[in-house]
């Protein structure tokens, strides 16, 4: 059993910067793909951006490329989503995501492919 405790949410003005971070229990860390998703009120949960075990290679959804960084630092069980210039649109609850150990996930974006998830983390982008 993983479990995930997300934190860094909070309140921003739109072109603002917020990092979340998702810490993670145990020792498999390193051998697990991790994901950010997030869901908006009155929305369906959407992929935001993952990172494999791996190789570290990274996926994100369009509306956040060139804006959003996702990293790990398996030393740490962590994985990061750093987010700048925040617009009001990515106000959500953000949510983390991990995989199976072992498991290679080809469609990150996939939900169904995580099987452990944490509470969420609350981010509001102010106009």
């Known amino acids: 059993q993983v479990q995930l405790v997300e934190s860094g949410g909070g309140l921003v003005q739109a072109g603002g910067s917020l990092r979340l971070s998702c810490a993670a229990s145990g020792r498999t860390f390193s051998s697990r793909c991790m994901g950010w998703f997030r869901q908006a009120p009155g929305k369906e949960r959407e992929f935001v951006a993952a990172?494999?075990?791996?190789?570290?290679?990274?996926d994100y959804a369009d509306s956040v490329k060139g804006r959003f960084t996702i990293s790990r630092d398996n030393a740490k069980n962590t994985v990061y989503l750093q987010m700048n210039s925040l617009k009001p649109e990515d106000t959500a609850v953000y949510y983390c995501?991990?995989?199976?150990?072992?498991?290679?996930?080809?469609?990150?974006?996939?939900?169904?492919?995580?099987?452990?998830w944490g509470q969420g983390t609350q981010v509001t982008v102010s106009s």
């Open positions: 990172i494999r075990w791996r190789d570290s290679s990274t």
């Open positions: 995501a991990a995989s199976q150990f072992g498991t290679y996930i080809g469609d990150l974006a996939n939900a169904r492919k995580y099987a452990y």
